[in-house]
């Protein structure tokens, strides 16, 4: 069933029509989205009522739109497979590449220097600096999607393509939110540390405070447009190689809130933006000296009709260009902050994909 399914993948992406192939959090079922309209649009508050998978990118205020692929049902695996069986594979590459910046440590050195400045006059009180790596694909895409769905039971796990974003992949940890009957989950992901035998974990002070200012920024928001109902944490949590500081909440949104308005209220979440959000955007923008393109925006299914949506941050993922994937990875940066340790964190974190290509 693994080689099925990796040639299935194979074909669609030679085929170049626009798709996802997905399995959600702690489920190995396969689902799949094909022959769907491709709508780009810069915010999904204009998409009409309907059933979307959607891609939005880190920030929308740039020009790149979301993308949101609209479908009237969900293949399973065994109709992707009859799908695909008879589906027209093309050889020319329609989609150009996106990537326009260098990888280097001496451009992640330079940004950090431009975060701890900002950070030590008072400005922000958390900023996250990210940066992406070039890895040369030694295996077919299809191969890697199946050795990530088992390897990474507990992740979002997805492939996708359309000629306007091109073929991006990814194992999330992180749910942005999930709503369904007016309640809706989401979680603050902060802190990282390599996953050791003992399972005994000794969170610093910075890891602390940072998955403090996450959890605290989502209760604040969700306050405005919603009543809590649970709360859990913060625990430990594994997530391939690493391991991270998580909370659970639960609310129950206000009547007359829509799922745009919480969606919007919730991305970007200080786990990869900062602190204030709107101010650390405009920074994150002008001084990461990189274009973060769709990491570390969101994905999923968005049913804007019945006001249901299951969406994760686009984490542990990588846009992949011809035999070439470049890997993100980013990290919250605090006053007491060490560039080299905050390096490392970047390479644990981008040792979560490198085990499977």
């Known amino acids: 069933m693994s080689d099925t399914l990796s040639n299935d993948i194979n074909n669609l992406i030679q085929s170049q029509q626009d798709f996802v192939v997905f399995k959600q959090k702690n489920t190995q079922q396969i689902f799949a989205v094909t022959d769907a309209k491709l709508i780009t649009i810069d915010n999904l508050a204009n998409l009409s009522p309907n059933n979307y998978f959607v891609l939005s990118p880190f920030n929308t205020q740039r020009d790149l739109k979301c993308c949101a692929l609209a479908y009237t049902k969900l293949l399973d695996q065994q109709s992707l497979h009859e799908y695909t069986d008879n589906i027209k ?21 330079k940004a950090f220097a431009a975060y701890k400045q900002a950070l030590n006059n008072n400005s922000f009180s958390k900023l996250v600096l990210s940066r992406y790596q070039q890895e040369k694909l030694n295996l077919d895409i299809g191969s890697i999607f199946v050795k990530a769905i088992n390897k990474y ?22 749910i942005l939110c999930e709503i369904n009957n007016g309640i809706i989950t989401t979680m603050s992901l902060a802190g990282t540390m390599k996953k050791n035998e003992t399972n005994n974990y000794n969170w610093s002070q910075k890891d602390i405070a940072e998955q403090t200012i996450v959890t ?18 913060p625990y430990t949590k594994e997530a391939g190689p690493v391991v991270h500081l998580r909370t659970d909440l639960q609310y129950k949104l206000k009547p007359n809130t829509n799922l745009y308005e919480a969606i919007n209220a919730l ?16 920074f994150i923008n002008e001084n990461e000296l990189y274009d973060r393109l769709y990491y570390s925006g969101f994905l999923g299914l968005y049913d804007n009709k019945n006001m249901n949506s299951q969406l994760y941050v686009n984490l542990r993922s990588m846009y992949i260009y011809q035999d070439i994937a470049y890997l993100f990875a980013g990290g919250g940066i605090l006053t007491k902050s060490v560039l080299d340790l905050e390096y490392e964190e970047t390479i644990n974190k981008l040792n979560t994909l490198k085990s499977i290509l």
């Open 267 to 282: 991305h970007p979440t200080p786990a990869v933006c900062g602190m204030p959000k709107q101010e650390a955007l405009k």
């Open 216 to 233: 605290d920024y989502l209760k604040n928001t969700l306050d405005q447009i919603a009543t809590l109902q649970n709360s859990k944490g």
């Open 153 to 174: 039971k507990d992740a979002f796990v997805y492939i996708l393509y359309t000629s306007y974003s091109g073929l991006w992949f990814g194992a999330s940890p992180e």
């Open 89 to 109: 594979t093309v050889s020319a590459n329609k989609h150009c590449n996106l990537i326009k910046y260098d990888d280097s440590k001496e451009r992640y050195t």
